[in-house]
């Protein structure tokens, strides 16, 4: 049985704006996909009825929180010791948006608590997982 992380947070949507646009985001973490993470955005901010998510790995919020991280769609980096920015790149635009550093770490302290950064990797099956891609390509 795996459990889930999940945590409200509030963000801040960096804008032209003084003091940037609140967004609130969940944040959450299942154990039975223990490198992803998902960052779910509520329909009210996004460009779709139901709302976004996105699913990332859950190491590049750890590192992040200290250096700038991640080469893709989703990059994260310290603004200050109190504030980490993260950049969500995708056809329709770039969003970055603002957390608060200590509820980041929360969450990441949350989600180690059920799956270590250790163990994260001990369960996969890369063979089978790489067998079956195969398959599907054929």
């Known amino acids: 049985m795996s459990t889930t992380v999940e945590q409200s947070v509030l ?11 609140p967004v609130p985001v969940t944040l959450t973490y299942d154990g039975a996909d223990p490198l992803a993470v998902r960052m779910l955005f509520p329909a009210q901010v996004s460009l779709d009825d139901t709302g976004v998510t996105w699913v990332f790995a859950r190491n ?21 010791p109190a504030r980490t920015l993260v950049e ?10 603002e957390f608060g550093t200590a509820a980041l770490r929360r969450f990441l302290v949350l989600t180690y608590a059920e799956v270590s950064a250790e163990a994260e990797n ?3 099956d890369m063979d089978g997982a790489l067998a079956a891609l195969l398959r599907e390509s054929r």
């Open 11 to 21: 963000a801040r949507l960096v804008t032209d704006a003084p003091h940037g646009v």
């Open 60 to 80: 590049l919020i750890d590192r992040g929180l200290r250096a700038p991280a991640g080469d893709g769609d989703v990059r994260v980096r310290p603004l200050d």
């Open 88 to 97: 969500l790149r995708s056809p329709d635009g770039l969003a970055l948006l």
């Open 122 to 124: 001990q369960d996969l």
